[in-house]
């Protein structure tokens, strides 16, 4: 059982948790940064519990762009980054994108802009 005032991960690069003091409180997801991005953006969401995560990010007419995370992952503060590439890894067109998070019953989307 993790105390609260201790770290809960270790910080890593890519999709891998960050220093965490604490358990989150709620989940949630912030907005991706920077924004607009080229090369690539860090979107950072946070998990209260345990809990199976769909982070997937859309084009403007809600196709499925790349899914980048569709895991169960622990309590905590996770970051992930899109390198602006799809499923089979191309590269997709500058414009207006979307990420959005499923967790248990939250759900929440944000507004990325890709600039090429």
Same mark, same amino acid.
């Given at each position: @059982?993790? /105390?609260?005032?201790?770290?809960?991960?270790?910080d #890593?690069? &890519?999709?891998?948790p960050t %220093?965490n003091d604490?358990i989150p409180?709620? !989940?949630?997801?912030a *907005?991706?940064?920077?924004?607009?991005?080229?090369?690539?953006?860090? %979107? #950072? !969401?946070?998990l209260s /519990?345990?809990?199976?995560v769909? +982070?997937?990010?859309?084009d403007?007419?809600?196709?499925?762009? /790349?899914a980048?995370?569709d895991?169960h992952?622990?309590a &905590?503060r $996770?970051?992930?980054t899109w390198?602006?590439?799809d499923?089979?890894? +191309?590269?997709?067109?500058?414009?207006?994108? $979307?990420?959005? @998070? *499923?967790?248990?019953?939250y759900?929440k989307v944000? /507004? @990325?802009v890709l600039v090429?």
């Amino acid at each position: @059982m993790v /105390k609260l005032g201790e770290p809960t991960f270790i910080d #890593v690069p &890519g999709d891998q948790p960050t %220093i965490n003091d604490v358990i989150p409180r709620s !989940y949630s997801l912030a *907005q991706n940064s920077p924004n607009p991005f080229n090369p690539s953006t860090t %979107i #950072v !969401y946070d998990l209260s /519990k345990a809990v199976h995560v769909h +982070l997937v990010i859309y084009d403007l007419l809600g196709r499925h762009i /790349k899914a980048l995370v569709d895991e169960h992952k622990p309590a &905590g503060r $996770f970051r992930a980054t899109w390198n602006g590439r799809d499923e089979r890894g +191309l590269s997709v067109a500058g414009g207006l994108y $979307f990420c959005r @998070m *499923q967790a248990r019953e939250y759900e929440k989307v944000v /507004k @990325m802009v890709l600039v090429r």
